[in-house]
């Protein structure tokens, strides 16, 4: 299966999980679910959860839907389990919970994935330990000063088994991420950090998995992804009103028929 057909039955699924459910996010979900699925056909991540696998935290926890899917395919949750996305006293909420296996921290709260990615990257150095840590954060999560703390500490730390994916897609909950605080150039201040720095189309498959390939001796690794909200669905695409507004019926079906 190529990874356009992988990810057009990823797009379908989560729909149907976020219609199902009545809840939010579906914008920022189609958003990274191309992503998604060159990166986890790349992690070393299983049912077996060994301590030299890689470590993906997702600090956008509002994109749990997708991340529940390809943990799902990736044996680590029942495939079963998806069904109760968001219903009664599920444990899979419309946040990554580290309740869930292979949630390896609370996603949410904005700009704290960063922080514990770098946790996790020196503890693996410490230890000698193999395997990569991937944190995939938002732009909007990037306003957060903890991010550029964490920025900082892992450039002196030398974490080249670090790498930051940003989701920019240039919306966020309350406007466009130029109107809400403007960090662009992005690329400009991550390198001001000492950061290797690639930028690409969040959608090219190419593009991702030859980034993802990438190797920063001595210094960690920013993907800026440059993504459209809503990726998929024309009349959802680069509208933030699907960051928070629920699918109905009628609309789920058209968006069905799109995603073919």
Known sequence: M????????????VLKMIHEAQTSHIGSNLSVIDLLTVLFD????????KPDRDRFVLSAGWKAASLYWFLAQKGVIPKKDLKTFCKGDSKYIGLAEPNVRGVEFAGGSMGMGLPAGVGFALAKKMKKENGRVVVLESDGGMNCGMVWESLAIATHHKLDNLTLIIDANGLQAMGTAKEVLNFEPMDRKLK???WEVSEIDGHDYKEIEKALEVEAKGRPHAIISRTVKGKGVPEMEGDNLWHYWHV???LYKRSLKALC
């Open 42 to 49: 790349k992690l070393n991540i299983d049912g077996k959860m």
């Open 192 to 194: 001001s950090f000492g």
């Open 2 to 13: 190529t990874y356009r057909q992988k990810a057009l039955k990823a797009r379908r699924a």
């Open 248 to 250: 109905d019926e009628k």
